[in-house]
């Protein structure tokens, strides 16, 4: 017991020192790819904005890179071993194959709950201070802005101001829609328009089931018109509504639920956010899958001194597994799965798989 908690720090030293190493380069390297890849988005913004717009971005670039990184720990870590005849030593010492793994299992699930902690604490928040800071300073559009606490948005373009309790890029449908026609001069309202339900097309907006009221101080009172349906145009920015609402990406665990609650309630179509609801738990642990493919192959390849190979070989594997979860995903948001089959089926299906290869070793 004492030799195996001594070989577990020993590998855990090698562990963190491939997988922090992979997380620096995997980031700076995404990141001047990211700048340099579409220097437009930048065109007249000041250098601190930049930098600042970068370090918004960083949290959700670590977010992305961990698990990738934790298959390059574990792949080095093996090949290490490998190289100075340290695997032969500890299986000769009685410390076997499946040990090894269950120590890069305890590698693995700590930095999938990192990028858990990481996903619902600190990206939700930062991502929300990216797409303000791009879409407000950057890009220069003040007239837009976005309050996504409780789910309900409110929008401002022109002398008009907007409200919608439920939004739905992926079916550009919204609900419990109120416009405040504001006369700015007098800071006076004059009409609001209301709706119970919205279809969204470019600048065209279909009012369903709703009505007009006129707020006219020569009337004395307010005369109200109901209405079926009706067409209204918004300024062309109103469509950054669509890129700009993403409850997945700017939402919490906790919060994403509570949004799926009121959209079902609301009668929107929720699938998408199921589908990214059950993805957040399987991303978090998709370092964990990686690490488990990788093991049988850099064992075998490694005996054979193809190290190279078996990198090349893990990391095809990992490709593999990325468009079977992809596939999934996407299964999932036209509904051809259930959310949560959808989501972490293919997690699954890939983790006992990793597990009946690690069986098969006889080492």
């Known amino acids: 017991m004492i030799l195996s908690g001594t070989f577990f720090r020993y590998l855990t030293g090698y562990f963190l020192k491939y997988f922090l190493s992979a997380v620096i380069v995997f980031v700076a390297l995404f990141l001047v790819a990211d700048y340099l890849g579409d220097l437009g988005r930048f065109e007249g913004a000041g250098q601190s904005l930049i930098v600042q717009y970068y370090f918004y971005l960083l949290p959700e670039t670590i977010y992305r890179m ?3 990184a934790t298959l390059v720990g574990t792949i080095f870590t093996l090949t290490q071993l490998q190289r100075t005849h340290e695997l032969v030593g500890a299986l000769s010492l009685g410390i076997s194959l499946r040990q090894m793994s269950f120590y890069i299992f305890l590698w693995s699930v700590g930095t999938g ?5 990481l996903g619902d604490q600190w990206l939700p928040s930062y991502s929300l201070k990216k797409n303000v800071l791009y879409h407000h300073h950057i890009r220069k559009n003040p007239g837009s802005y976005l309050i996504e606490k409780t789910g309900k ?10 409200f919608l309790s439920a939004l739905d890029p992926s079916t550009n449908k919204a609900s419990q829609f109120i416009m405040f026609s504001i006369d700015l001069e007098k800071w006076d309202i004059y009409q609001v328009t209301q709706a119970k339900h919205v279809e969204i097309s470019g600048n065209t907006w279909i009012l369903n089931d709703g009505s007009v009221t006129l707020l006219s101080a020569n009337q004395g009172f307010p005369i109200t018109q109901k209405f079926d349906s009706k067409n209204i145009l918004v300024a062309e920015e109103a469509r950054d509504l669509i890129n700009i609402v993403k409850p997945s990406d700017l939402l919490s665990f906790g919060e994403l639920i509570d949004f799926i609650k009121k959209n079902k309630q ?3 179509d929720t699938t998408r956010y199921e589908v990214d609801l059950y993805s957040k738990v399987a991303f978090a642990f998709a370092g964990t899958v990686m690490s488990f493919l990788a093991i049988p192959i850099v064992i075998k ?9 078996a990198i090349a070989v893990a990391l095809g594997l990992t490709f593999l597994y990325w468009i079977f979860y992809s596939s999934g995903v996407s299964l ?3 509904g051809k799965l259930p959310p949560m089959i959808a989501a972490m089926g293919p ?3 890939m983790l006992l798989l990793s597990f009946y290869g690690i069986s098969q070793k006889k080492m």
């Open 153 to 162: 948005i409110w929008y401002k373009t022109g002398d008009n101001f907007f």
């Open 113 to 117: 709950l990192f990028v858990a902690y």
């Open 347 to 349: 997690t699954f299906i």
């Open 266 to 268: 609301a009668g929107l």
């Open 66 to 68: 961990v698990p990738v």
């Open 332 to 334: 999932g948001y036209y």
């Open 301 to 309: 390849r490694g005996r054979s001194g193809g190290n190279m190979g």
